[in-house]
């Protein structure tokens, strides 16, 4: 008897794709690195942190996967472009990116926020965003086509509890998102956005022990009454990454437990 089910192998939605995720080191992008692997991508994971890089690539790779990694700052340009020569290096090409790197703050209001968080808000994630698109772009033209998933926040969309900084930061990456899916939907480059909500990162982490009431400020806000696992935001970066949301370009979409629907 034939049996006609598909192998597992042959339903992977990333089968022979190349992905580079920014902030790969923790949070949303490891969790993307590990399920991106799992589903037949070549992953290239850069962070600044080099000993988590490291030991996320061998974990995929001991795994049956396949993983580059290569540290960098995404608010460096140079540094940011040795990792797409990295990419196609090793791999040949890049079909994919996740930009997911970020930096936020909260608890502090407008003027009592140092330049140096305000910089370094805007650094990691316009400069960061805008320095991936800028070499990203260019080897996907070369080989007709590919996918870009900038992640950005409901913050992007409306005050919240994030500091300032973060809102306009977060706001721009929607901006850069749709001026770019403009630039190059003709020439089959889709770029699309993730508009995040509360989840349980290091930089989460990092706020609710700093302003503890936040927690329950963030909870209450979505309409599932919790935070978002890394994992889940990582399925819906997945998605769009794929070939599954081939008609989708320029778009936000929330992933936030119905934060910006209440």
């Known amino acids: 008897m034939t049996n006609s089910q598909p192998s ?10 190349v992905v580079m995720i920014t902030g790969a080191s923790s949070g949303i992008g490891a969790a993307a690195a590990r399920l991106f692997a799992r589903e ?25 996967g396949r993983a580059l990694a290569v540290p960098a700052d995404v608010a460096s340009a140079d540094e940011v472009e040795q990792v797409v020569r990295s990419a196609v290096t090793a791999f040949g090409r890049l079909d994919c990116a996740f930009n997911n790197a970020g930096f936020g703050t909260a608890g502090t209001e407008l003027h009592e926020t140092g330049q140096d ?8 994630n316009v400069r960061g965003v805008w320095n991936c698109l800028r070499f990203q772009i260019p080897e996907m033209l070369g080989s007709g086509g590919g996918t870009i998933v900038n992640t950005s926040s ?3 969309q409306r005050a919240t509890g994030a500091s300032a900084a973060y809102v306009a ?4 990456v929607l901006g850069l998102t749709r001026a770019a899916a403009a630039e190059y939907a003709e020439r089959g ?28 400020r963030f ?19 997945l998605w769009l990454c794929s070939d599954r949301s081939s008609f989708v370009t320029g778009a936000a979409m929330p992933v936030d437990g119905g934060t910006t629907a209440a």
Request: aromatic letters at 2%.
């Open 40 to 64: 037949g991508a070549a992953v290239v994971l850069t962070a600044r942190r080099t000993e988590r890089l490291a030991a996320l690539a061998d974990e995929i790779g001991a795994a049956g």
């Open 189 to 216: 480059i889709r770029v699309n956005a993730l508009v995040v909500g509360s989840t349980r990162t290091e930089m989460m982490d990092r706020a609710v022990r700093t302003t503890p009431e936040l927690r329950e």
């Open 117 to 124: 968080v305000y910089e370094r808000t805007m650094d990691v």
């Open 219 to 237: 909870e209450g806000e979505t309409l599932q009454k919790r935070m978002a696992g890394p994992a889940e935001v990582a399925e819906a970066a």
């Open 169 to 172: 930061a977060k706001h721009a």
């Open 154 to 156: 409901v913050a992007g």
């Open 8 to 17: 597992c192998a042959a339903s992977r939605v990333l089968d022979g794709k």
